[in-house]
């Protein structure tokens, strides 16, 4: 038989100690869970604190001769404060009432949400504030908040609301005069219907001056806060968009990867361009005040927990004159190459021109000097223009310079010829006989641009003629791995390391084709070397190629950061140019680029009368049977290559067209004239 287990009486003191024990904690557990830890907390003391972020002073952004770029301007706001604010209905009303009157006296009013316009009893829906997603979502979240039906008229709506804010005394007689009550409805309507809440204030008037800011502390108001807004103010308007950047909100998608490197919900952070690169630099650290308030509401001391460090300033390595005169020449040559077009009568010789890049590029120490992208927009005004900028086919919101990949077309040549010297395939002094058409395969046989053939040829004027035939049989000699290896060296297809988010471009290889599916054949290695095939770069690639192959083989990594430094301008940090690799280049294979160029330059119609020693290299790359690319490369001067320039137009017809804009921005650059001759100097 199995043992019952046996009550034993002598436990029983010990289970009911037990049992007071849990009841008692669970009694207390309740008291602070459910009956809300608010209550609990004022039993335990009479004030509390409460920690309010003071975001820090962001850094401004300057260009490489201190010209303000991007700078900060602060502008105060009120907010109202969930905390602070009373939540019993008569304490709110006399609260909102006082804050009214002091908006009042300085003729400022209080920014609401409440779609009605006129004043009680002569109101109205504003029909086209409930047209808006955003005003019926707002209305919807307040009638079920107060658990009012939908489909009231306005002034049923609004008599009901005066009651649910217990506007009215116990003889149903209104307690403030209409304005005030007005202001007091629509502000009370405003804080239910946009998830009024601790941590989420209402911005209850932006901008405004000092002396009201005085006014609102002066008067004791509860309830509300002065908040500094940042905003920035950009010291050349409209110039150099794209690589100054925007900032604003933190995006959507990004909230929490923020919040965990301490940002704050309503923090203003950088959302392109270097404001979006430095923002590590720029942001600096948000300090904490904190304010001992009573059960009330009342402030009745605070202190500074932690004081904000404000951001370092960034001077870029941009000389924004010369970023402004290339936008300038690069739209002036766009509308002109589609004046001409037009003018002409010819079909597909550049009427289609809509867009394009220009960069300028230290040949000496990687740093960009400017980065025009056509057509570009402008920061002072991108709000209001945001709809139209994303919906216009030409994009100019894309950054060409560094996010658009093109093909080369026959600035690559410069590349092959490297490769060709330096593996020994041919010398300078290689001649080839070009006889139009290419022979060497049976089974593809492309021709030369110049139909019938330019004949016997040596390196040097093939690159200026830029023959077809030279470099497919260069290319063939070489082959693609050899030539391929050359091309990584002077950055084809590899990041230029600039701090933007740029694209990677293509170099053609029997990798890539593999990649996509398909197998290399000895015709792809004779298009890669003439600049086709999947050959697809960056303008400042082209640029950054270029540099390497006129400075003696080094591939400095592209940077925009000249240097840094804390508010008061002391503690410079100076951004030293950084090498990422060395091309394989002798001095006979840089000497044969720029004779090339400079031959390329004397045979071009577009150049041959600029007077200022420079090299170039037209590319005039076929993107559909009809459209053209007008691509061109330069350095300059001759002698001492100090920058190096690339420009690509989009449907610009000929490689030709796109030496306008450089010529244009080299004169600029050391002070010619257009022709290139230099300006007598005013200073002595
Ligand atoms: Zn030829």
């Known amino acids: 038989m199995q043992k019952k287990r046996k009550f034993n009486v002598r436990y029983i003191p010990l289970y009911v100690l037990y049992a007071a024990a849990c009841t008692f904690f669970f009694v207390k557990l309740v008291n602070i869970q459910i009956t809300g830890a608010d209550r609990y907390v004022k039993t335990m003391s009479l004030t509390h604190e409460r920690e309010v972020a003071v975001q820090s002073m962001r850094g401004e952004i300057y260009d490489r001769n201190g010209v303000p770029l991007a700078i900060n301007e ?61 005003g019926k979502n707002r209305m919807y979240k307040f009638l079920i908040y107060h658990n009012i ?100 909100k933190i995006p959507e998608g990004k909230m929490e990867e923020y919040l965990e490197k301490g940002y704050a919900y309503d923090a203003v952070v950088g959302l392109d361009g270097a404001e979006a690169a430095f923002e590590d630099v720029l942001r600096g650290e948000d300090g904490i005040t904190v304010y001992v308030e009573d059960d009330y509401g009342n402030v009745l001391d605070s202190y500074v927990k932690k004081e904000p460090v404000p951001g370092r300033n960034v001077y870029l390595t941009i000389d924004i004159k010369l970023q402004e005169a290339a936008e300038k020449a690069l739209g002036e040559q766009i509308r002109r190459i589609v004046y001409e077009a037009r003018a002409s009568g010819i079909e597909n010789s550049g009427e289609k021109a809509n867009s394009g890049a220009l960069t300028v590029f230290s040949a000496k120490t990687g740093q960009v000097l400017a980065l025009a992208s056509y057509p570009t927009y402008d920061l002072t005004t991108f709000a209001d223009d945001y709809s139209k900028l994303v919906s216009d ?63 016997e040829l040596e390196l040097i004027d093939a690159i200026g003629a830029s023959c077809n035939y030279y470099f497919y049989e260069t290319g063939r000699r070489t082959g693609i791995d050899e030539m391929n290896k050359y091309c990584s060296q002077l950055g084809l297809g590899e990041y230029t390391g600039i701090e933007l988010p740029e694209s990677k471009g293509i170099l053609a290889s029997p990798g890539y084709k593999e990649s996509i599916g398909q197998r290399w054949n000895p015709g792809d290695t004779l298009q890669a ?42 503690d410079v940090q100076t951004n030293s140019p950084q090498v990422l690799g060395t091309v394989d280049i002798d001095e006979t294979a840089q000497d044969c680029v720029k004779r090339g160029m400079k031959r390329s330059k004397e045979l071009t119609s577009s150049t041959k009368g600029y007077k200022f020693p420079i090299g170039t290299k037209t590319g005039t790359a076929q993107t559909s049977k009809t459209n053209n690319n007008a691509v061109l490369v330069a350095f300059a001067p001759y002698d001492d290559p100090e920058i190096t320039l690339s420009c690509v137009i989009e449907n610009g017809a000929a490689g030709g067209n796109a030496a306008r804009p450089v010529l244009d921005t080299i004169s600029y650059y050391f002070n010619l004239d257009k022709n290139g001759n230099r300006l007598s100097s005013t200073e002595d």
């Open 74 to 134: 602060y502008k105060q706001s009120i907010q109202l404060d969930y905390a602070s604010l009373p939540t019993d209905d008569k304490d709110r009303n006399e609260t909102l009432a006082s804050i009214i009157s002091v908006l009042d006296k300085w003729e400022r009013e209080a920014e609401t949400v409440m779609p009605m316009t006129g004043v009680y009893p002569h109101i109205e829906y504003d029909n086209e504030e409930l047209k808006s997603q955003l």
């Open 149 to 248: 039906k939908s489909g009231l008229s306005c002034i049923d709506l609004y008599e009901e609301l005066l009651n649910e804010f217990a506007l009215l005394d116990v003889d149903g007689e209104h307690i403030y005069d209409p304005h005030t009550e007005d202001m007091i409805v629509r502000i009370r309507y405003s804080l239910d219907a946009t998830d009024f809440a601790p941590g989420n204030p209402y911005p209850l008037c932006s901008d405004i001056d000092l002396k009201l800011a005085t006014a609102i502390l002066e008067n004791g108001c509860k309830g509300v806060f002065l908040k500094k807004d940042c905003t920035r103010a950009y010291g050349v308007p409209g110039v150099g968009s794209n690589v100054i950047g925007r900032i604003g």
């Open 393 to 455: 086919p030409a994009k100019p919101l894309f950054d060409r310079t560094v996010s658009g990949t093109y093909q080369p077309g026959s600035t690559f040549k410069l590349a092959t010829a490297i490769a060709g010297l330096m593996s020994n395939t041919i010398t300078q002094y290689t001649s080839i006989n070009d006889t139009g058409k290419y022979t060497y395969y049976s089974d593809y046989q492309p021709s030369c641009w110049l139909k019938n053939g330019h004949g």
């Open 529 to 570: 070397a003439i600049g086709q095939s999947y050959n697809s770069f960056t303008p400042l690639q082209l640029s950054s190629y270029i540099a390497s192959a006129v400075n003696g083989g080094t591939r400095y990594k592209a940077t925009l950061l000249l240097k840094t430094c804390n508010y008061s301008g002391a």
